[in-house]
């Protein structure tokens, strides 16, 4: 046997392995969106996929790696559309775009948003939440360095997190008779208010302490440009002193 057939042989073993775990993924999802969480079962996605019970967990090692497999590939052009669209040149209206993308996505998917955010442990959260999560935190960073964040990067992106997941999530649990379209919008906004800043030359309102936690929020943001002015232990100091001051 040659080289060249040992080589193609193994190429068709490894497509062939692939396939399967898709078709897998796509029968869990299928189930997902038919019957929610209830009605992915090792034994329904097994004859729904056309394999035996045993291939699902020797391929995902349980059913939470198969349901973690199913919200990414669910998720996938979600994240591609908001990772591509081309940026507002306000970052807090790229934030707010953002926002808007994500509660339409989670009432459009309702089965898929509510396993990747029901289950709000950090054993079983989704990968896909994750990724979500870390363009979020890439928006607020934006807006940090613009100058115009009031509190710090991680705090902001959790605020605007969990306000975003709650409002999205009460939406889905809500009969449509009983939907206040206004919700999201407001609360979107109300949140907005809390952790953003006007533009910077605009009036404000703020007193001189605000202003010195709002620059000292935008320094930190880009502290890493400073690593050939500042020596680590120097970083960490000013780090400490800015989150002080933040």
């Known amino acids: 046997m040659s ?26 999802a299928q189930l997902l969106v038919e019957g929610g969480r209830g009605a992915v079962t090792t034994r329904a996605v097994a ?18 790696g198969l349901l973690d497999e199913v919200a990414s590939y669910g998720f996938s052009t979600y994240l591609l559309d908001k990772a591509m669209r081309e940026r507002e040149e306000d970052p807090v209206e790229d934030l707010r775009r953002g926002w808007d993308l994500h509660v339409e996505f989670g009432l459009a998917n309702p089965a898929l948003y509510t396993l990747m955010y029901g289950y709000p442990t950090s054993e079983t959260q989704s990968t896909a939440a994750s990724e979500a999560a870390g363009l979020l935190r890439d928006l607020v960073q934006r807006i940090a360095e613009a100058g115009r964040l009031r509190v710090g990067v991680e705090r902001a992106a959790q605020m605007i997190q969990a306000a975003g997941c709650g409002v999205t999530l009460t939406l889905i649990g809500t009969p449509p008779e009983d939907l206040d379209p206004a919700l999201s919008g407001m609360t979107r906004e109300a949140v907005l208010a ?48 800015l989150d002080r001051l933040s």
């Open 47 to 64: 004859e729904a996929a056309g394999v035996q019970a045993p291939t699902i967990y020797r391929k995902f090692g349980d059913m939470w």
């Open 194 to 241: 809390s952790v953003t800043t006007d533009e910077p030359g605009r009036p404000t309102g703020q007193d001189g302490r605000d202003r010195v936690a709002n620059r000292a929020v935008a320094l930190k943001a880009v502290l890493s440009e400073a690593e050939t002015e500042l020596t680590p232990g120097e970083q960490t100091l000013l780090s400490e002193w």
């Open 3 to 28: 080289e060249t057939t040992v080589t193609q042989m193994g190429e068709a073993a490894a497509s062939k392995r692939a396939g399967t775990r898709e078709r897998i993924v796509r029968a869990a």
